[in-house]
């Protein structure tokens, strides 16, 4: 099986979003069986709250449902736990780099490197912007899950 952990500031706008979105798209494929889905927070602010409402609301508009999801913090042990650490900006991916166990460097990675159609290193924190930059995330997000997966395909992961 193979264990995925996205990581954003708080847990409670980006990464909740990619876990809901790439569990959609794994259930979708019929293989949520192979690939294991989990998000946290590079912060404990938010740790135990369910994602930000505006957030559930973009999603839910598009099939998802985030209700069941709680904020978590994580941790160096994290790096143990799963195949691919995945961090939605760059600022994310420093601070994990920070707890990165020696010789788990491999196991980091940025989340829109596996879009297809889009350029951008960063998806963007919606939580100060109004409901668009939810929509525009959850674009991104789709995207970059549909890459993700055809990377776990075309190395054999799954």
């Known amino acids: 099986m193979v264990k995925i952990l996205f990581v ?11 876990e809901g979105v790439f569990r959609h798209k794994v259930i979708n494929a019929g293989m949520e069986d192979q690939i294991f889905i989990d998000s946290a927070g590079t912060i404990a602010y938010h740790a135990g709250h369910p994602p930000d409402a505006r ?20 941790s160096s042990g994290d790096f143990e736990k799963f195949d691919f650490v995945i961090a939605m900006d760059s600022d994310n991916h420093y601070e ?10 491999d196991r980091l990675h940025m989340f829109l490197k596996f879009a297809r159609n889009s350029r951008q290193i960063d ?3 919606p939580y ?14 789709e995207d ?3 890459g993700l997966l055809l990377h776990l395909k075309d190395n054999n992961l799954i």
């Open 144 to 146: 970059a899950s549909e």
């Open 96 to 105: 994990l780099e920070a707890i990165c166990p020696a010789g788990s460097e």
């Open 128 to 141: 100060y912007g109004g409901s668009r930059g939810f929509e525009t995330v959850l674009d991104l997000i």
């Open 123 to 125: 998806v963007p924190d």
């Open 55 to 74: 957030a559930q609301d973009a999603a839910r508009r598009r099939g998802i449902d985030l209700s069941s999801q709680r904020a978590r913090k994580v």
């Open 8 to 18: 954003c500031m708080g847990n409670i706008c980006r990464s909740p979003t990619a």
